[in-house]
């Protein structure tokens, strides 16, 4: 007799059913698996049948058969283990089979028969809901995940015959969907006020993220890149749960949801080292997993020694930049992840790191010119903002009379404040920051009173700036005005933005 | 162009080595009778090796010559024979003089009056290293400017380095660059040097000994040095490294008997141990361009003009002539500041200081610094030398 029950396979952050057809019949006895199966898939047949065994079911000597429907697409992951055993339950009917239906199951089976946990599970459950399961079974180690998506039964099971236990009695654990809160101060991000001098910087980190524009920190060893750009999402807006949620999605289909499972309540800060490769940046592998771009998503991707990447892995870096996305293609098809990061680079400004500081710089025009030629002009052009970074001397550290910066709560109160104001103004578009905004739109959108607007076009004669550089300005100019809260871009907040520009040769100094 | 100038031209296109060309021109004595003759009268009495005097035969095709005549004529260059009366007289009392320059642009000396230059009377050379630091540019343009500003003709080679400051600092200061090159007349080398090309040549003028399309080989570079100290009355060394093409210059510059001026460096630098060594060995230490011009003027008895601010020309004051700063507060008491521009204004030095610096010596906001800080580069007293490093805009001769 033929059973079905339903699994999910997980394609990029997405899920889609997949229907687990069971036949047993008579003949030479063993287990089939069809279905385009990769390897892991077809080890299932072992680990299903010795499972079966050890949770005290018996395995009839006969011939059965299990095909994994749509046939022809490629099925990865342990995930299907339990519902290829309670298809085989249900087809032995050891387990009355009109009892499964509406129930989506997912989860990799042990020798001894429990039920382990697997990657991608909240997107499995965001498909059943959508597809109109009224319940789905997954391993227990996954319930909070699970239990993030509302209008769906959740059960967490230990065991197969905790699973077969919750249709003939009762087994398992009803997950309780979690109320959604997002966490009032950010864990493990350290304060801005810990930052000592480092003005200039910090103002352009403010800037850049009350805009969701890129930024480039220059500066020498030691003067605290790495420490600013790690403490930029403590002073990003807090996490919606929209945002929330696409980026536990993200980390659940990587494998890299915390422990302790549930949402990903804090803005990511991704910081890959210089010897990136490709896949590791933009996300692959057979089955393709999410790479750097994409578990940035909603934070920081932060590029150290930015002149040190291999150009062309830094190239991968234009259609996230672009499109907020990211196309992987493979032998198993495409596959799109979501990438919407603020790019924060560091690097030092030449060879040695001092430039301009000629008492420790004794790099040639022409070593500098190099180095920072190394950097790919098309990344540099997406970059809005450009802060040089002092080295700080001992005696600024432990002075007492230092002005005491902002904390993080503070210049995040202001941040979420010039946002709103972003909101307002691209009520019923598709941009949500000034980064975004075209430059037609720019036009049309940005109120610019005749001082601003008049030193833009002088400024633009003068260097004789690309229209790209042009627009940067605007949009720069527009966050600084909407961090003070006004409606119009003044002659000061444009000037502000011209202080951050970088050479219009393309050379950072 | 005279035959004779069309046939030296030739002779000058398809021969780089001066001694050949002499030994031709002694034994055929014209440049005419040079061209007339056959494969073997070279051979035989300019006692010419069998691969060149082919080559001299094989160029003298009309395909060539319509190439060469065409280049000239494109690029407008101009070709000076040793008895042109164009062709400057200083040249000619060197050692190994050249017998004919090609020449783009206008040449700015005089004739027949001891070879003096118009306007100033007399030139500088500005030599040091191709591999320079930021710092040495700076000082290089410095006395570039300078000495333009004084309406002295700038002479260098166009080289990377020490060389293209001296020619940029030549043309700020609207003055007369002479570039003298080591490759062939027409274009840049090296190629990255192609707009400050240009640029000499509009407003200044580009010499080279050798034709159109001779090749940059490593011992033309050298053997032009003599042609920059013979164009000069000073060479001024910034920086050079121990083993320096700079220090043939220097020495063709003796040989001649021109004054030489060094300007200092760190004794760590290793752009500073050539122009040390000079020092120790006697040169003129100078760390102002007014030093030097008073130091020739005395020497030549040329008195030395200045532009003045309405174009007409003035003798170089006093204190300009001694080299001893001007007085630095005129420029800023003339300067109609707001309070805060003044306080930053102030805080200001020659050597880059960090945005951060400034706001912990001024007290000022950040957004409000990034404001003074404009409005005071818009002005034209302070310049961004990177993103968050401002400097004071100044000719040098100051009191920072």
């Known amino acids: 007799m033929i059973c079905s029950v339903y699994s999910f396979s997980v394609s990029g952050i997405e899920a889609s059913v997949i229907r687990v057809e069971t036949d047993v019949s008579g003949g030479l006895p063993g287990i089939d698996l069809v279905g385009y199966l990769s ?112 209008g769906i039964c959740v059960y967490g099971v230990e065991s197969l015959a905790d699973a077969v236990r919750h249709f003939t009695d009762t087994g398992g654990t009803m997950a309780v969907p979690v109320k959604w809160e997002s966490a009032e101060e950010p864990e493990g991000i350290d304060d801005f006020a810990q930052i000592r001098g480092q003005f200039l910087a910090k103002r352009a980190a403010e800037i850049a993220v009350a805009g969701m524009h890129n930024l480039l920190l220059t500066g020498p060893p030691g003067s605290g890149k790495t420490m600013l750009a790690s403490r930029i999402p403590g002073i990003m807006p807090r996490m919606t749960f929209e945002e929330s949620l696409e980026l536990t999605k993200i980390y659940s289909v990587a494998g890299m949801l915390p422990s302790e499972g549930g949402m990903m309540r804090t803005r990511p800060f991704r910081a890959p080292h210089h010897t990136a490769t490709i896949p590791a940046l933009a996300g692959g592998g057979r089955m393709p997993i999410p790479g750097e771009v994409s578990l940035a998503t909603h934070g920081v991707l932060f590029l150290d020694e930015f002149p040190e990447f291999h150009r062309a892995n830094i190239e991968v870096l234009r259609e996230p930049l672009e499109e907020k996305r990211i196309h992987v293609a ?83 109160r202001r941040v979420e404040k010039a946002i709103a104001m972003q909101r307002k103004r691209y009520r019923g578009t598709a941009y949500r920051y000034n980064s975004e905004v075209s430059g037609d739109m720019a036009d049309r959108l940005f109120r610019m009173d005749h001082g601003a607007s008049e030193l833009l076009t002088l400024y633009a004669e003068k260097t004789g700036c690309s229209a790209r550089s042009y627009y940067r300005l605007k949009r720069v100019a527009r966050t600084v005005a909407d961090l003070e809260g006004s409606e119009t871009v003044e002659n000061r907040h444009m000037t502000e933005a011209i202080g951050y520009r970088m050479e219009e040769d393309g050379h950072v100094m | 162009m005279s035959c004779e100038e069309y046939h030296a031209m030739w002779l000058c296109c398809t021969v780089t080595d001066n001694a050949v060309k002499r030994r031709l021109l002694a034994a055929f004595g014209t440049p005419c009778a040079v061209y007339e003759a056959s494969k073997e009268e070279l051979q035989n009495e300019a006692a010419l090796d069998e691969e060149l005097a082919e080559r001299l035969v094989s160029s003298r095709t009309a395909a060539f010559l319509d190439r060469l005549l065409k280049r000239v004529e494109r690029d407008a260059i101009r070709f000076l024979w040793h008895e042109n009366e164009e062709f400057p007289e200083r040249l000619k009392e060197i050692h190994d003089p050249p017998l004919g320059l090609f020449v783009q642009g206008r040449v700015p000396w005089k004739n027949g009056a001891n070879g003096a230059y118009v306007k100033g009377g007399i030139a500088v050379a500005i030599v040091g290293t191709r591999q320079s630091s930021p710092y040495g540019e700076f000082v290089a343009k410095q006395f570039g400017q300078g000495f333009a500003d004084a309406g002295i003709p700038v002479v260098s080679g166009l080289a990377m380095g020490i060389d293209a400051a001296a020619h940029q600092g030549c043309l700020a200061g609207d003055g007369f660059p002479v570039a003298v090159l080591g490759s062939g007349i027409g274009a840049a080398y090296p190629r990255n040097n192609t707009i400050l090309f240009r640029n000499v040549i509009d407003r200044g003028c580009v010499v080279s000994e050798y034709g159109p399309g001779v090749p940059a080989l490593a011992h033309h570079f050298p053997h032009r040095n003599r042609l920059i100290a013979g164009l000069a009355d000073g060479v001024v060394v910034v920086e050079a490294q121990a083993r320096s093409g700079t220090l043939i210059t220097v020495d063709r510059a003796l040989e001649q008997g021109k004054s030489v001026y060094v300007v200092p460096g760190r004794v760590t630098d290793r752009n500073s141990i050539g122009c040390n060594q000079l020092i120790r060995e006697g040169a003129q230490l100078v760390t102002d361009p007014g030093e030097v011009m008073a130091d020739l003027a005395a020497q030549t008895g040329v008195p030395i003009y200045m532009q003045g601010d309405d174009g007409s020309m003035r003798f170089l004051t006093r204190e300009e002539e001694t080299g001893r700063p001007r007085n630095a507060h005129d420029k800023k008491e003339k300067m109609p500041l707001a309070s805060n521009e003044k306080i930053v204004y102030a805080f200001l030095r020659l050597s880059p200081k960090h945005f951060d610096q400034l706001i912990w010596e001024s007290g000022l906001a950040p957004s409000e610094l990034t404001n003074v800080l404009f409005s005071l580069e818009r002005e034209g007293l302070v310049e961004r030398i990177s993103p968050g490093c401002f400097s004071v805009k100044d000719t040098g001769r100051n009191d920072r």
């Open chain 1, 330 to 412: 493979r032998l198993n098809g495409n596959v799109e992840f979501p990438a919407k990061f603020m790019l924060v680079a560091a690097m030092n400004p030449c060879p040695c790191g001092y430039y301009p500081d000629r008492n420790r710089c004794s790099c040639t025009a022409d070593m500098i010119r190099r180095y920072q030629g190394r950097i790919s002009r098309p990344i540099l052009d997406r970059i809005d903002l450009c802060a040089a970074m002092p080295g700080i001397r001992v005696q600024e550290l432990t002075s007492k009379d230092a002005p005491a910066g902002d904390t993080s709560r503070q210049i995040r």
């Open chain 1, 39 to 150: 390897g892991e898939v077809r080890e299932a047949r072992e680990r299903v049948r010795v499972a079966i065994k050890n949770s005290g079911f018996h395995m009839p000597a006969k011939r059965i058969t299990v095909n994994l429907s749509p046939a022809d697409e490629r099925k990865g992951g342990t995930g299907y283990d339990l519902p290829i055993a309670m298809g085989i339950l249900c087809a032995l009917e050891i387990l009355p089979s009109e009892l499964t239906d509406g129930y989506g199951f997912v989860g990799e089976l042990g020798l001894d028969g429990n039920v382990r946990g697997v990657p991608g599970i909240l997107s499995c459950v965001y498909e059943a809901k959508r597809a109109g399961f009224h319940s789905v079974m997954i391993p227990a180690a996954n319930i909070e995940e699970g239990a993030l998506v509302e």
